[in-house]
């Protein structure tokens, strides 16, 4: 990683966060509002599981990217079917524990996508806005932020292109969850002594009234979105 394309962008995130007002750092913590919704709302075990998952993704419309968040339309199309066992069964597999394999946890998002896909296609004849490897990681990192990490291809490729990432993660089937993981750790690592970074956090926390301890790893991706 080159640390002085790093120090560059990680000084101008702090200096223009530093320069914003309270409305706005509450307008920007969409990101640790919606995962301390779905934290606050989620049950597995819940017997209305339409209910409780339409109460758990309710912020999710205040994430940034929309992109990450067009999943919630095919659940809710499928829930509204009365397709709820189908959408439990299939959380269940994607939150399977898996002892810190990732390359477990990367077939499992993946195979989530394709389960969902599979039935909206089934149910609807069509399919508008298909889910992605990136829509389980997503969910991943709302059940448990502490230990997953959001990823959308394009900001990853960007993110580390600029602080010349030197493994290469791929894309598509071919994407590699270790080495991407890696690299949002090795932004972790470098924020996480920081008191820059410190102060920010946990301004953004009390912003949201973020509850969670997330080890930092909603603000990795908000650098990397940002960037």
């Known amino acids: 990683m080159n640390k002085l394309h790093l120090e560059r962008v990680l000084s101008q995130y702090a200096e223009r966060f530093d320069g914003l007002d309270a409305q706005e750092v509450r307008d920007g913590a969409g990101r640790w ?3 301390r919704c779905f934290q606050k709302a989620w049950d597995i075990t819940a017997e209305d599981f339409e ?14 990217d929309r992109m990450l968040v067009t999943q919630t ?11 709820s066992p189908f959408v439990e069964e299939a959380f269940e597999r ?23 896909n599979r039935k909206v296609t089934e149910c609807a004849g069509t399919l508008k806005y298909p889910m992605k490897m990136g829509h389980g990681l997503f969910y991943l990192n709302m059940w448990q932020p502490a ?15 600029c602080v ?14 270790v080495r991407y993981y890696r690299l949002c750790e090795e932004l972790r690592r ?10 920010i956090n946990e301004r953004i926390r009390e912003a949201a009234g973020f509850d969670i301890d997330d080890k930092m790893q909603l603000l990795v991706y908000d650098i990397m979105f940002r960037a």
Do not use: C, H, P
């Not at 002892?99 to 969902?116: C, N, P, S, Y």
């Not at 010349?164 to 969850?177: H, Y």
């Open 33 to 35: 509002i919606a995962v």
């Open 51 to 64: 209910s409780m998952y339409l109460a758990a993704a309710a912020k999710m419309d205040l994430v940034a």
């Open 73 to 83: 339309d095919n659940i809710a199309y499928l829930l509204s079917l009365g397709e």
């Open 94 to 116: 994607l939150f399977a524990e898996d002892e810190g394999d990732l390359e477990r946890r990367k077939q499992r998002a993946a195979a989530f996508a394709d389960t969902i």
């Open 147 to 161: 230990e997953n990490y959001i990823y959308k291809s394009t900001d990853a490729s960007s993110w580390a292109n």
């Open 164 to 177: 010349e990432f030197s493994e290469d993660f791929g894309g598509g089937r071919t994407f590699s969850l």
């Open 190 to 199: 470098e924020i996480s002594t920081d008191e820059r970074f410190v102060k």
